[in-house]
């Protein structure tokens, strides 16, 4: 199970929204690139990155602080002779020409979101352009797929949109439940297997990570094909430590192997 920091940009500054709220968001530093650092320093094997202005706008707008935590990913591997740590990006992604120049700079996965589900003929030629490195997110509120920065919900059931994207080879499937991100009230649980158990690609669990009790139960159910969690809000405020938060999850892993 992977723990993988999020770190939100809006202004090129490092914020967490709640619900998905622009009007609602805590700045946590203004220095996006040395937050990056710090958490790959607490052991982060994947950071998270939403571009919130380009959810909104329908285009990427903080590249700047893009390329700069890219730059700090790869000095911090260099420095301590490791593989480069993967990155994933989400937010205003609408075109092949700007998801190949992601790529390029240096990001390792590009997440499709309000695209997917508005374009998927988009969808279909990135996952075939771009084999590999094509996530989904699906950001979901009772079922339901949520668009634009989840400012609108979708007729479209979960299932069936991932099923679809399924098909178009995408690489995974990050699962956001809009009710609780920011909330810290904890992962919907049910509602992430559900998803996972209809899937043969992996599954990313987001939103709602409060304490390190909400990681081991998705250790639990890591089997049904749950890869990792996105942390958000919980790693900023200290409800959860997220260097004690992956030592946990791993050493669940290896009892589940021992016992396997």
């Known amino acids: 199970m992977l723990l993988i920091p999020a770190i939100d940009l809006k202004d090129g500054h490092c914020v967490r929204l709640k619900q998905g709220d622009m009007d609602q968001a805590t700045v946590f530093s203004d220095d996006p690139a040395k937050m990056a650092r710090h958490w790959l320093e607490q052991g982060a094997r994947r950071l998270h990155l939403v571009d919130l202005n380009g959810a909104f706008a329908g285009k990427p707008k903080n590249e700047p602080a893009i390329k700069a935590i890219l730059a700090a990913v790869r000095r911090y591997a260099q420095e301590n002779d490791i593989e480069e740590i993967p990155v994933q990006l989400g937010g205003g992604i609408r075109d092949l020409d700007t998801i190949e120049r992601f790529l390029d700079d240096g990001i390792s996965y590009v997440i499709i979101g309000t695209a997917a589900v508005k374009n998927p003929g988009f969808l279909h030629d990135a996952c075939g352009a771009f084999p590999g490195q094509i996530i989904v997110g699906l950001d979901a509120k009772d079922g ?27 690489e995974a499937i990050v699962y956001t439940d809009i009710g609780r991100d920011g909330m810290m009230k904890g992962v919907n649980i049910e509602a992430t297997v559900k998803l996972a158990q209809s899937m043969t690609i992996p599954v990313i669990a987001s939103g709602g990570v409060h304490t390190i009790a909400d990681v081991e139960a998705l250790c639990e159910v890591q089997d049904e094909g749950i890869e990792g969690v996105i942390c958000g809000r919980s790693i900023y405020e200290g409800t959860l430590n997220l260097r004690e938060a992956q030592e946990r999850a791993d050493e669940l892993a290896a009892d589940a192997d021992d016992e396997a």
Do not use: M
């Open 144 to 170: 339901k797929v949520a668009t634009d920065g989840w400012s609108k919900l979708s007729g479209h059931e979960v299932i069936d949109l991932a099923k679809k994207f399924e098909d178009y080879g995408c």
